[in-house]
């Protein structure tokens, strides 16, 4: 009996999954990844495969498949935490912090999603945006300061990845526009004015930063946040918000075009909603 589509799909899922399965977030961020870098590569194509919503709802009806993908999606997440923080440690050493910056394999994704955020938030030369969960390598913030000359702030969790973004916006001679800070979505709202609030797409837990959000922004505030709504790469979205609260109203989202996958979404705050 021929195998179907679906079936197909499933079974190089497990193939991954088995191949990387006991794989600790240690040996991950720091083992040589010559074994297991290739069973990664794996996934870009796969989810990339141009697959009708039926055949993603048929996936996902296999109890099995949905468990396997979530343990796969949140090991992809932690590897592309690995390539950030090689490349920020290269930029950081190179001798060309902007060539190597645009070295990096994703550099085109964020200008696309810089574009998204500037028209999306309707922002202007010199404002402010706050980025939560801005990570080793803040490239969202970089991008929009390089390319419409926005102002950032990116607040991180990790000490390692707040260090590690200082000398990257150090040696890109930005610092007098993008401030890295550690902490948290708690320490929303800030003492600075700002024009819009980033949700990174690794940040998490989504639905507490939101209830938090919910409460502590003034009315009117803007907030934006990425997701994955189209064939498989919606599966691969471990980080996703169950329910946004009622105090958040959706005003317009954005689509990606390649090389973009997100779907930029844009809220603003309003109690009388």
Not at 24 to 44: G, S, V
Request: hydrophobic share 35%; proline share 5%; with cysteine.
């Amino acid at each position: 009996m021929k195998e179907n589509r679906a079936d197909t799909i499933k079974n190089e899922f497990l193939k991954i999954y088995e191949a990387i399965k006991d794989l600790t977030n240690d040996e991950i961020l720091n083992d040589n990844d010559d074994a297991f870098r290739p069973r990664f590569e794996k996934l870009h194509p796969l989810v990339a495969m141009d697959i009708e919503d039926q055949e993603v709802e048929e996936i996902t009806r296999d109890k099995k498949i949905r468990q396997v993908i979530k343990h796969v999606s949140r090991l992809k997440r932690i590897y592309g935490l690995r390539m950030e923080i090689e490349s920020a440690r290269t930029i950081i050493n190179g001798p060309d912090s902007w060539a190597l910056l645009k070295r990096f394999e994703f550099y085109p994704n964020y200008i696309g999603l810089a574009r998204m955020e500037y028209h999306g938030a309707n922002l202007e030369e010199g404002n402010r945006v706050v980025f939560l969960g801005s990570g080793p390598l803040p490239l969202s913030l970089i991008s929009l300061c390089k390319q419409y000359g926005v102002k950032g702030i990116g607040i991180e969790h990790v000490p390692e990845y707040v260090e590690l973004s200082k000398k990257i916006i150090k040696s890109l001679k930005l610092n007098r526009y993008i401030h890295i800070v550690h902490g948290n979505h708690f320490d929303l709202p800030l003492d600075q004015e700002f024009q819009l609030v980033m949700i990174g797409a690794d940040a998490c837990p989504k639905d507490e930063i939101f209830t938090h959000l919910a409460k502590a922004l003034p009315d009117g505030t803007k907030v934006s946040c990425r997701i994955y709504e189209k064939g498989l790469r919606r599966l691969i979205d471990d980080q996703s918000l169950s329910q946004l609260p009622p105090e958040f109203k959706e005003y317009t989202r954005i689509r990606p075009e390649p090389p973009v996958n997100n779907t930029a979404i844009f809220l603003i705050k309003d109690r009388d909603v």
